[in-house]
């Protein structure tokens, strides 16, 4: 399940072309909130677009299931020391623990209950008071373009998720709170800060 291998080629464009500037926009409007001195994991990150827009940080774990995502992300200029993993995250182990985790649309990637999962592990690599930022969809009158993305990606990435789910309920029931949000392309996309209590 989640197989971006086959679409990683277009990927940015197919977004750019249904969700205009939305996308990148949302994903990057709260990456001020890395520090220089912060450790960063990326998760499900894509072709690395977001690495573009990246402030200077201490350092860079971008972990990615898809081979072809990854290698289009290593292209990418970046001022911080990264680590590339191709693995898929429900299966991800680590001692480490990040000053901030970066969800560019991916946990609508899962199924509810890989979702919790997710969210459940994505807490324990969090420092205290450390952040999470989510970039994701969400429920509004639009729900059809959204319902279409996700037809879309189940035909071509195998995506697992069958509908969208209230990932802001299931990210606040594991131990965050939120600091700070904002809200993209009609309300359908939402970007959050979160704090790990
Ligand atoms: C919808 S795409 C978003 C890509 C990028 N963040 C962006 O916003 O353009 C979801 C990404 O999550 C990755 N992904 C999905 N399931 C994953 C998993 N279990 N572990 C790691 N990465 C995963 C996919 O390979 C894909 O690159």
Known sequence: MNNFNFIAPFYDRLARLVFGSSIEDATNFYLGEIKENSDVLFLGGGTGRVLLAMPVCKSI?????????????KTKKVDARIEFVEDDFLKFHSQRSYDIVICPFFLDCFNDEHLANAIGQI???VKKDGKLLVTD???TNGNWLIRFMHLFFRAFASLESKKLKNIHHFILQNRFET???E?????????RVYRNL
Request: hydrophobic residues 40%; aromatic residues 16%; without cysteine.
């Open 61 to 73: 774990t971008y972990l990615e299931k898809s081979g072809r995502m990854i290698l289009r992300a």
């Open 123 to 125: 807490n324990t690599l």
């Open 137 to 139: 969809f969400q429920s």
């Open 179 to 181: 600091e700070k949000e």
């Open 183 to 191: 809200f993209f392309h009609k309300n359908m996309i939402f970007s």
